[in-house]
T-cell receptor, first 116, second 114 residues
């Protein structure tokens, strides 16, 4: 059982659609992440939220818009995506030691996105 | 030079053998090291973390760290077909822009042959 839950598991969208990916964690962690993973590649960091505030944006295009409504929830809003954005999108949470990243990431099962 | 390097494999071992997975990292100030297991089509799962030089054992898994050589390894004893997966080495880097980033290696694919 995973304590980081992502919905939907699969999403197919056109380039003009607007959709959202959702993530919920029940681990009491104060850091949450979005990663993107392409086939046979490692996860690639997109965004980091620490204590519900955006602390890292890895130069992600504005067609991806993150949101952290509270300490348990993380959303990724998608708009005007390109076919090359098709990938597995992973949410993760992590305990913090004070404000420091412990590096221990707990991933959800991922949302597999296909952009047509 | 890549920050975290792994041999992509596949590494094939017979069932019951010891699988040895290796990783090198470039930033000498890194302090925290992790192994994640990722089954095909699934998300990564944290299986080991190591912070000090030497060995750390957890069941059939042993992580080894040598900071002087900037080398991390994962040994899997009595390998089982269910261990067949991609193993990602990850390193927690130094502070940059007020944040410590986890950098993943490209992963080593392990195949355990029955």
């Amino acid at each position: 059982d995973t304590e980081v839950t992502q919905t939907p598991k699969h999403l197919v969208m056109g380039m003009t659609n607007k959709k959202s990916l959702k993530c919920e964690q029940h681990m009491g962690h104060r850091a949450m992440y979005w990663y993107k993973q392409k086939a046979k590649k490692p996860p690639e960091l997109m965004f980091v939220y620490s204590y519900e505030k955006l602390s890292i944006n890895e130069s992600v295009p504005s067609r991806f818009s993150p949101e952290c409504p509270n300490s348990s929830l993380l959303n990724l809003h998608l708009h005007a995506l390109q076919p090359e954005d098709s990938a597995l999108y992973l949410c993760a949470s992590s305990p913090l030691r004070g404000s420091a990243n412990t590096g221990e990431l707990f991933f959800g099962e991922g949302s597999r996105l296909t952009v047509l | 030079q890549k920050e975290v390097e792994q041999n992509s494999g596949p590494l094939s071992v017979p069932e019951g053998a010891i699988a040895s997975l290796n990783c090198t990292y470039s930033d000498r100030v890194s302090q925290s090291f992790f192994w994640y297991r990722q089954y095909s089509g699934k998300s990564p799962e944290l299986i080991m973390s190591i912070y000090s030089n030497g060995d750390k054992e957890d069941g059939r898994f042993t992580a080894q760290l040598n900071k002087a050589s900037q080398y991390v390894s994962l040994l899997i004893r009595d390998s089982q077909p269910s261990d067949s997966a991609t193993y990602l080495c990850a390193v927690l880097g130094p502070y940059s822009g007020g944040y410590q980033k986890v950098t993943f290696g490209t992963g080593t694919k392990l195949q355990v042959i029955p």
